[in-house]
């Protein structure tokens, strides 16, 4: 079982491979590639949510109930609430998460169970898709896609461990194949996992349809400005131009 060093080491790797991805690739600003970058670094510590409670866990439980609020201001914003609404509702999600959460968590998990297995990967990029808000359906796609590579990074971790860095001797142990799996050995810890697995992989589509099909209706930009394609943004939702008309300026 690689350590919480460990999984931090290699998902800042890949977070920074992200970042230099999204900003010379893909074109995108330097605070949309530190998010994509963040996104995969966090999400590479995510699956340890589950292990006994120690300071790392609860870290990672206080940064959660900060960013997922944060993430889910601009969507918020588009509700037509209050300020003071907003803000008491994002408060009351902070609460929930920082303690209500990691108490569930505590009392319901077990380490190395469903939260190490691939249908909890679908579920964190799925949740990334749904809290991230932006115009670029695109854009959306590539953060929930940066969650899951980084979740991804820590199952595979873990399913080669131990992993000694200084030495570079990579061996498997009895932890093999934990970690990479579709389905644990309980029935309860299977079924809730996939109910959820479904349930956001479902919402998910049906926001990614809505807002494509949104888009493509060329709709105007409205009150909160939805719709609108940034320029920004435009080299990952970059279209071809039409074969005959590419011909005619030939
Ligand atoms: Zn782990």
């Known amino acids: 079982m690689a350590s919480y060093r460990g999984h931090l080491k290699f998902s800042s790797m890949l977070a920074v491979a992200n970042g230099l991805l999204a900003t010379f690739y893909f074109d995108l600003d330097w605070g949309t590639s530190l998010m994509a970058a963040g996104i995969t670094a966090v999400s590479g510590l995510l699956p340890d949510l589950d292990s006994s409670s120690g300071v790392p866990v609860r870290e990672m439980f206080n940064l959660t109930a900060v960013v997922v609020p944060l993430m889910l201001l601009k969507r918020m914003l588009g509700f037509g609430l209050t300020e003071d ?34 249908p909890a990967m679908v579920i964190a990029g799925g949740l990334v898709f749904l ?11 590539y953060m929930a896609a940066s969650a899951m590579v980084g979740f991804l990074s820590h199952l595979v971790l873990d399913e080669l461990c131990s992993v000694d860095f200084n030495g570079v001797s990579i061996e498997l142990n009895q932890f093999a194949g934990t970690a990479v799996k579709f389905f644990g050995p309980s029935l309860f810890p299977n079924l809730f996992a996939w109910s959820l697995c479904i349930a956001v992989s479902y919402f998910a589509w049906i926001d990614f349809e809505h807002h494509a099909l949104a888009v493509k209706s060329d709709k105007k930009p409205n009150s909160d400005g939805l719709h609108v394609m940034p320029p920004k943004v435009q080299p990952l939702t970059k279209t071809v131009k039409p074969v005959a008309q590419r011909f005619s300026q030939l």
């Open 131 to 141: 809290c991230y808000t932006h115009d670029s359906t695109m854009l959306r796609v």
């Open 85 to 118: 609404q907003t803000f008491a509702i994002l408060a009351i999600l902070y609460v929930f998460i920082r303690f209500g959460l990691s108490n569930i968590f505590r009392h319901l998990s077990v380490h190395r169970g469903m939260f190490h297995s691939i």
